[in-house]
Structures are given as C-alpha cells and as structure tokens.
C-alpha cells in the first residue's frame, strides 16, 4: 500500500486537462490510504485504484492500456462508467501509472497487445464500477437513513425510489469514504446498457486535433538532451572504430557515448545530434551475418520443409488418407518479412538519478517497460515510474524495449534527462519484424470434391508458426510446426501468425474450391456446419456484397473467413486487373466480436485492420542483403495512398456473447479474400505475398 500511495503521489503532470474529457500525466493530489480505499483532501475520494470522484461531481477513470490509435482511452473507461452510473459528460480519463493493480487479467501484466484491452477488462472492471456505484448508494441511504435495496443510481446521482430524493454523487464523498466497500456486487443486465453498445466519440480525439495531445516526441522534461544512436546496419555487427572528435565538434553535441545498441550521440537538439551521428565515420565488424540474403533465406525455409515438424494439430489417420485418396491437391505459399512501420517512430525519454528514474514512453508493455528501466539504471522497479504517453501506432511493436533501455543507460551516462529519438530510417532498418514463413500443404478429396484429408507443414521462426485454425469439417487434418530461424529480429506483428497462416488456410481452401467445381462461399458453408460463428460472419458479409452478382470483364471478388484472438471476420474482396495492375474496388466486412462496446470503435479498428493489411498484401516486403534491411522509408516498401484505398463496408454480426477481440483479427482474412479475388478475375492463383501477377 505504502509504494503505491508513493507512485500515485509521484506520478508527473506533463500537461493538464486536454480535453475531450482527457487528462495528459493525471496528477493526484496527496493520498493517504483509509482502509480499502484512499481519501483524498477537499473532500475528493477514491474508493479504489481505478475510481477517482470530486466534489464537482467529476468522475476520473484510471486507463491501464496504452492509446495508439486503437480507442482504448474510450472503450476501456465505458466499461466502468455503464456500472457506475457515471454523467459520461462528467468522465475524464488518465493514463494509469504502473502497478499490478491495473495488469489485465489475461496476461497477468499491464499491457496492451493481443486484442485483450477489453475482453481482459470486461467483467472486472464492470465490477470495480458496481462496487462504487453500491457504496455510493450506501452513502445516499445512510444520509437519507432509509434501506440501500429503496435506491438506485443514475446519471451520476443516487434516487431514492419512493420519494424522488436525489444526492449528487460530489455530495456523497465525505459519507462514502467512512464506509466499507462490498465485496459482493450485482452486475447490470445488459438489456439496461444505456452506454456500453452504442456508437460513443472518442474521448483522445479532440485533444489530437487541437495539439495538446502529448505523443512520445512531445515530451519536455528541464534540462533534457536529444540522443540519436549509429547501430550496425548488419545484423548483430559491432562498431570497430569510430571519431568521436570529429563528432563531437559538431556546434551542439555533448557527448558521444557508446551503449549496448551501438554509438548515441547526445546533443542539445535533434539536428545537432543527427550531424554528429553523421561525422562518426563509424567502421563496423559485421559479424557471421554479413552475407545473409533473401534468397538465402528462402531456400533455407523450403529446406526445413523436408524435415517432420512438431504436431500442432493431429485428427484422425492423415497418411493413410493421403496415401488412400485417388485425388490429391498441392500447394506452396510463402510470406515475407514485414516491419511494423508505426507513423510515430520508435521514441523515449528517461531521467535517472541516485534513487528514482522516470520514463516517459510510447509503450505497449508498461510492467516490462519499467523491469528492463530497471535492470538497466540499476535501481529498484519500485524507484522506476513509467510514464505512458499516446502513441503514433504499435502493431506489436512497442511491446519491445530497445528504445526505452537506450533512454536509460544515455540518462544514466550523461547524468541527465535524455530523449532518444529515432529517425525513419533507423526504424524500418532496426525493427523487430513480423517472420518470413513457408508453408507445404496436401489435401486429399472425396469423389464429391470435399477434403477427407489436410496436411499442413510450416518452417520459419517461432511466431510464424502460430495463429493457425482450421474450422472445415475435415476428418484427418494434421498441421505441423518446423522451426527455423534465420537469425533476423522478429517479434509481434498485428494479428501475429494469423496474418501468414490465415492467408494460407484461406486460399488453399479456395483452391480446393476450384478444384472441386463449386462455388468457393458454397464450399465453405457446405463445411463450416460445426463452426456457426465462421458461418454467420461469411454469410453476413456476402450478402452485403452481393454474392453472385455479376462483375464486368477484368473484375473479380473473392472472400475469406477466418478467426483469431477471439474475433471471427470475414471480408469479401472486389478487384479491377487492368494491364497487370490489381485495383481493390472495394471491401465488405462482416465482424462477430460478440458484444461491440463502443460500434464506433469496432468500425473504426476494421477499417485500420483492412487499410493496414491491404499495404502488406499488395506492398510490403523487408528484403535483406549483405546482412541488412534494403528497404528504407516510406518509398519502399511504399504505403497504400489514398487514391488506391477501396471503398468500404463494415457490418456487425448480432451478439449476446461477452466481447472478443477487435484490433487484430480483421487482417488475416483480407490477403487470401484479395488472392482469392484476383484469381477470379485473372485465372492466376498468387501463392506468395505481396501478390504480383505474371506478365503473361
């Protein structure tokens, strides 16, 4: 209790009050702990760690997950403002400091990534806002001295029942604070959801259009140095020799300082630090990756698929299937290294001193964040605070720490603030990126064209070997895992290896579509009998898109399904091919996220998912060379412009279930309904991502 109390009190104001019901760096007035909750001076009380009300009748909600871009400084705070009966004109929200108090219950860790904010958060913190809303119908009945069971809450107000006697939920704090919170509470029916299940505006939106929004380059600390680092260009290179004068001669630099990643130079701003990273002149040692190449790459990954890999998935008897079958379908798909290539390149700003470092940081991973500050100023997590600011994007990215441990021993060497900065270049070419893979499959079918058999084997590194599911009836199915590292940085890429495998699965069930004759939505349905949620989501989407209608010449559509971190979608796909250039015409898309809290939200993250996975699928690609990145900038791999973007369509699949993921799984379907697509209009089935045609 006592380190916590000392956290909150201790947790940094960088801005105050950027509206739109937001607060930037929410600063808590002194708190000393009064038996399960915390009162706070002035009559202002927080019954726990996520619940801050004022007299004014203010209701402050502690958000744990980072906001980048996804909505989560809206949704996440419905939650508690439905059970507590919040004045949503009357919420703010604040970035919560770290703590195991805020970790998501479904990773044990404060962190945002996997699609987990608000299916992680969804009952407890319903029930954190159940709990107060309770106590604070306590107060109201105790000043009124009538039975709590007479008095609900509404609208940021307690109401007596029989008489209509109101109390404003600022007037209850003093009583409120002087009574114990229960420990069993009664979650609403979500037939009498006033907020959660409706389109709601996002509470970040107006501060990112007036400027006061704080990003991670934002940040100003007094006294703070800017740091950019030279890092080898060559996979696990070393500098060899480098001219720390002539660096340091440069009007500005004050310090050229060598770290783990490579050589910082730290100066009183960005331009003065990036013109002595310039002067350096660095020679590096390679190291054993200097002559690593894509080619190289690739025909290691086919090689691993000579070897029998570790079994996923094992149903039934496949060699006796596959050696049985009179007709066997084969394919080889292959996906390439992608960087996450967040708008906001990777940034940190860290401030060591004897006993305390603060880290202000774009981060996913705020309880990782603040173990590795730790380990690299040599203090206590208990003396590391982390400050979560906005963030211009993750994708998985920001649940790294290279960038927050480069702030930390550059502050810790220099004795003071220092920002790092990293430019575009140094992120596309020092990413942590999403896997190459290469996938054999087999599938062996019936005399009515169905698959009695499929055989899946994958090689490449560990996360690319994930994501795979499989929901057509099929009797023998086996799925196999061969991993294979290249030795290139991976890590979390959006949707992780659903966004490989999922191409995979949905364009080899295509295939066996075609090979069989039929219809490829026909087929699926035809095996999608135990799996009603594919089956709604495909349905959904086409009939929206007009399955079967007739496209003119040139034109084709293709769709996919598929379900990944607990989030079914479906997307039918319609292409234009003219002199060998795809156009994607538009987009239908079909969400079962079981119960949409904010519908706004969900609409807005699968149009990202689809904008984000229409760059990979028709664009993007980190090839390597000489043992490093070619790829540099925004010119290559080249985003998706906006005159190349389709239209789109978003339509949510009814559901009583509680809420599944959001975020990630709208991008796996979309490469395969796209391949699928430009198959129907060209007759060309495209194995490998991104998707080029055949000059034919």
């Not at 060497?413 to 896997?435: I, K, S």
Request: proline content about 6%; aromatic content about 6%.
């Amino acid at each position: 209790m006592a380190v916590w109390d000392l956290e909150r009190r201790q947790f940094l104001k960088l801005t105050v009050a950027a509206g739109g019901g937001l607060l930037i760096g929410f600063h808590l007035p002194s708190l000393a702990a009064t038996g399960d909750g915390y009162h706070l001076g002035g009559n202002h009380f927080s019954p726990n760690s996520w619940i801050h009300l004022a007299p004014d009748d203010t209701v402050t909600l502690m958000v744990a997950t980072s906001e980048l871009g996804q909505g989560s400084m809206t949704a996440i705070p419905m939650l508690l403002a439905e059970e507590l009966e919040a004045d949503w004109a009357k919420v703010k929200v604040a970035p919560a400091p770290v703590n195991p108090d805020f970790n998501n219950p479904l990773s044990n860790t404060q962190m945002t990534g996997g699609s987990t904010a608000v299916r992680g958060y969804w009952e407890p913190l319903r029930r954190v806002g159940a709990g107060t809303r309770e106590l604070l119908i306590a107060a109201a009945a105790k000043i009124w001295g009538v039975a709590a069971k007479g008095c609900h809450a509404r609208n940021s107000e307690v109401i007596h029942t029989a008489s209509g006697r109101r109390l404003r939920y600022g007037a209850l704090l003093a009583t409120a604070s002087q009574l114990t919170p229960p420990t069993e509470v009664r979650l609403k029916n979500p037939k009498h959801f006033h907020l959660i299940g409706k389109p709601t505006a996002r509470l970040d939106t107006p501060a990112k259009v007036n400027g006061s929004a704080v990003f991670g380059g934002d940040v100003r600390v007094p006294g703070m140095f800017t740091a950019v680092v030279a890092r080898c260009p060559v996979f696990g290179g070393k500098p060899k020799g480098y001219d720390a004068g002539a660096a340091r001669a440069v009007r500005g630099v004050h310090q050229v300082v060598e770290i783990d990643s490579g050589i910082a130079v730290v100066a009183d701003s960005f331009w003065s630090a990036q013109r002595g990273r310039a002067a350096l002149a660095i020679q590096w040692n390679p190291g054993s990756m200097a002559k690593l190449d894509s080619a190289a790459i690739q025909k290691q990954l086919r090689a691993a698929l000579r070897r029998r890999g570790n079994a996923q998935r094992d149903d039934g008897d496949i060699d006796q299937a596959l050696a049985g079958a009179t007709r066997v379908v084969e394919a080889l798909y292959e996906t390439p290294y992608l960087a996450h290539a967040c708008m906001e390149p990777m940034n940190c700003t860290a401030h060591v001193r004897a006993d305390r470092c603060d880290v202000w940081v774009p981060t996913q991973a705020q309880t990782a964040a603040r173990a590795a500050a730790a380990q690299a100023s040599g203090l206590r997590e208990s003396a590391v605070q982390i400050h979560t600011t906005f963030a211009g994007g993750g994708f998985g990215r920001r649940l790294q720490q290279d960038f927050v441990i480069e702030a930390v021993q550059l502050s810790k060497a220099v004795g003071a603030p220092v920002q790092v900065l990293w430019t575009r270049e140094d992120d596309m070419q020092h990413d942590f990126y999403r896997p190459a893979n290469c996938t054999q499959l087999r599938a062996a079918l019936d005399a009515r064209g169905f698959p009695r058999a499929w055989f899946q084997r994958i090689a490449g590194p560990r996360n690319a070997l994930r994501g795979v599911t499989i929901p057509y009836a099929i009797d023998n199915v086996r799925v196999e895992q061969v991993e294979e590292d290249p030795g290139v940085p991976v890590g979390a890429w959006r949707s992780v290896g659903a966004s490989q495998n999922g191409f995979t699965v949905e364009c080899f069930i295509d295939e066996l579509a075609h090979a069989a004759g039929q219809d490829p939505l026909a087929y699926r349905l035809a095996l999608l009998k135990q799996a009603p949620r594919h089956r709604a989501a495909l349905q959904l989407a086409a009939d929206k898109a007009g399955w079967g209608r007739k496209l003119p010449a040139g034109h084709g559509r293709g769709l996919a399904v598929y379900e990944s971190f607990a989030g079914w979608v479906a997307h039918v796909v319609e292409v234009s091919v003219v002199r060998g250039v795809i156009r994607v015409q538009r987009v239908v898309s079909a969400v079962d996220c079981g119960l949409a809290v904010n519908p706004a939200g969900v609409h807005a993250q699968n149009e990202s998912a689809i904008t984000f996975a229409l760059t990979a699928a028709l664009k993007g690609e980190i090839t390597i060379r000489d043992g490093r990145v070619v790829q540099g900038n925004f010119d290559d791999p080249p985003l998706l412009r906006i005159d190349e973007m389709p239209a789109i369509e978003v339509h949510l699949v009814p559901s009583r279930e509680p809420p599944g993921g959001v975020g990630e799984p709208g991008v796996p379907p979309l490469a395969p309904a796209l391949a699928n697509a430009v198959f129907a209009a060209t007759g060309q089935r495209l194995r490998r991502l991104p998707l080029r045609l055949e000059q034919v």
